[in-house]
């Protein structure tokens, strides 16, 4: 059973910075995409970051320069490092299966981003 877990979630001000963590089992995590996808508060799902199992990195427009996705296949984590962080960048954080986020996702952590 594919299992995500994600930590590393809380309020933080305007500027500031937060990393995220997300723990897979299940599956072969060496050789699968993930991706990080977000959900502000009344709104549908935003696909943020994705890292394909050769480590290549993709970004959408609105955290390019902020954010940085990265794995550790020893341990079966994805990262998504958060800096720069605005306002409009908080809702509740996933991580997912594959490169698009429609697959297997978390239950997510909260980022709130907030003076």
């Known amino acids: 059973e594919v299992q995500l877990v994600e930590s590393g979630g809380g309020l933080v001000q305007p500027g500031g910075s937060l990393g995220l963590s997300c723990a897979a089992s299940?599956?072969?995590?060496?050789?699968?995409?993930m991706s990080w996808v977000r959900q502000a508060p009344g709104k549908g799902l935003e696909w943020v970051s994705a890292i394909l199992h050769d480590g290549t990195t993709f970004y959408a427009d609105s955290v390019k320069d902020r954010f940085t996705i990265s794995r550790d296949n020893a341990k079966n984590t994805v990262y998504l490092q958060m800096n720069s962080l605005e306002p409009e960048d908080t809702g509740v954080y996933h991580c997912?299966?594959?490169?698009?986020?429609?697959?297997?996702r978390g239950q997510g952590t909260q980022v709130t981003v907030s003076s």
């Open positions: 997912a299966l594959g490169p698009r986020g429609d697959l297997t």
């Open positions: 299940g599956f072969t995590f060496r050789g699968s995409a």
